[in-house]
């Protein structure tokens, strides 16, 4: 079966400082990868996907960026962190090319707080 | 512009039934999914609704109409571990997913 593991679960930054939240799922190959982002209460906000190794498609203009150096492992960054981007990040996969098409399978998510 | 609506909290009481109401606009459209998030969790896919109908799983059922842009979930036997905010989503025609703000469900005993 596949899994999908996100690190670390709680993570305290200060204002300024870099970032690396890393993604891997088992058991599926070529998969697509998502990272979003959900402010408290709101909404899922996509940051970025992926269809294929070093394939990222961005889409919303912000200071982050995110990498696919293997088929199943994405990885999101940032060199200076901005108090607004404290939120709850979750990764997430889904199987490609599919008919019906495949739902997402989320990480556990990470709790940034910027300070 | 591409939008979905949901309420934004609702209550119930354990073992009672409950809908929640989902309305979208989306620039095509490719199916309709209902999730499920608790508290500092990830969300959980509950269902999946492309064509018009109702689809049963369990306690749960999602119904879609493709003509009003309109879909809902029902939980029966309501308990307090469903308790949860439940996210609904629509895919459009690039296979991108556009999210609701989510319904807190508060459920009382």
């Known amino acids: 079966s596949q899994t999908i593991h996100q690190w670390p679960a709680t993570l305290v930054q200060p204002v300024g400082s870099p970032l690396s939240l890393e993604c891997t799922v088992e058991?599926?190959?070529?998969?697509?990868l998502y990272w979003y982002r959900q402010a408290a209460g709101r909404g899922l906000q996509l940051l970025f996907y992926?269809?294929?190794?070093?394939?990222i498609s961005s889409e919303v203009p912000q200071n982050l960026s995110a990498s696919r150096p293997q088929d199943r492992q994405f990885i999101l960054s940032s060199k200076k962190l901005l108090l607004s981007d404290s939120g709850f990040y979750l990764c997430a996969w889904s199987v490609q090319g599919t008919e019906p098409v495949s739902p997402l399978h989320f990480g556990n998510g990470t709790r940034l707080t910027v300070t | 512009g591409q939008n979905i609506d949901q309420p934004t909290e609702m209550t119930a009481t354990e073992g009672a039934i409950v809908q929640i109401n989902c309305t979208y606009q989306?620039?095509?459209?490719?199916?309709l999914f209902w999730y499920q998030q608790h508290a500092g969790e990830a969300p959980t896919f509950l269902s999946y609704n492309v064509l018009d109908g109702l689809e049963e799983k369990g306690r749960f059922s999602s119904f879609l109409s493709r003509s009003k842009g309109y879909s809902y979930l029902l939980l029966k036997e309501l308990q307090m571990k469903d308790s949860a905010s439940y996210l609904c989503a629509a895919m459009d025609s690039n296979y991108q997913l556009i999210w609701g703000a989510g319904t807190k469900l508060i459920i009382k005993p």
């Open positions: 058991g599926t190959s070529n998969p697509n």
């Open positions: 992926s269809v294929g190794i070093g394939q």
């Open positions: 989306t620039s095509g459209f490719n199916g």
